[in-house]
Each structure stands twice: as C-alpha cells, then as structure tokens.
Nanobody, 115 residues
Framework: QVRLVESGGGSVQAGDPLRLACTAS????????MGWSRQGSGKERELVAS???????NYADSLKGRVAISRDKDKNMVYLVINHLKIEDTAVYFC?????????WGQGTQVPVPS
C-alpha cells in the first residue's frame, strides 16, 4: 500500500499561485506515474496534471499555460503549481499515483479561491 499525503494550499486569493506538495510513503518502490486531480463542488473529478517516472508530463487542456507538475523521486514527492488562480479553480485537490497496476489516492486538500 502506498500512502499519499497532500500539503500546501493554505489561504489563496484569485491571481495568486497555488503550490501543493504530495509525499508518498510506505510501499514506494516502483511507483510509476504520479499526478494531481481535482473535484469541484457538484463536478466530476478531473485530471489536472501527471508525470511519469521518467518525467514525461501531461496537463489538462483547460490549465495549460498556468500549471506545472514536477517530481522528486529521491524524496518520493510530487509538486503542483497553478499560477494566476481563478475562482473556478476552487476544488479539492487529490494526489494520486500508480504502482504495478493499482491506483492510490491521497485524502485530498481543499483549495477555496474566494470571489
């Protein structure tokens, strides 16, 4: 079992950057793709960004140009930056990873962007 814990966010306003971090622990050997998804109120969970074990990234079309994902394999961490936050970025952000065909999810961190 892989344990994922999100951190960061805090009090952000529209126009601010959002910085999130996720730490993987426990069974971290051979973790493959890591990424972030989000779920707004009343909406389906959607991909924000992902990064493979060799650093290939993928971003949601709606966020391209504002989002960046990075990874520190030595620390088993993945990071997310969303610049120029908008009110519609309000969501619960989830860290996730894949390992040997299984998907693991963090508990999520709430990111409200007040109007």
């Amino acid at each position: 079992q892989v344990r994922l814990v999100e951190s960061g966010g805090g009090s952000v306003q529209a126009g601010d950057p959002l910085r999130l971090a996720c730490t993987a622990s426990d069974d971290v050997f051979e973790i493959g793709r890591m990424g972030w998804s989000r779920q707004g109120s009343g909406k389906e969970r959607e991909l924000v960004a992902s990064i493979t074990a060799v650093g290939v990234t993928n971003y949601a079309d709606s966020l391209k140009g504002r989002v960046a994902i990075s990874r520190d394999k030595d620390k088993n961490m993945v990071y997310l930056v969303i610049n120029h936050l908008k009110i519609e970025d309000t969501a619960v952000y989830f860290c996730n990873c894949r390992k040997l065909g299984y998907a693991y999810w963090g508990q999520g961190t709430q990111v409200p962007v007040p109007s």
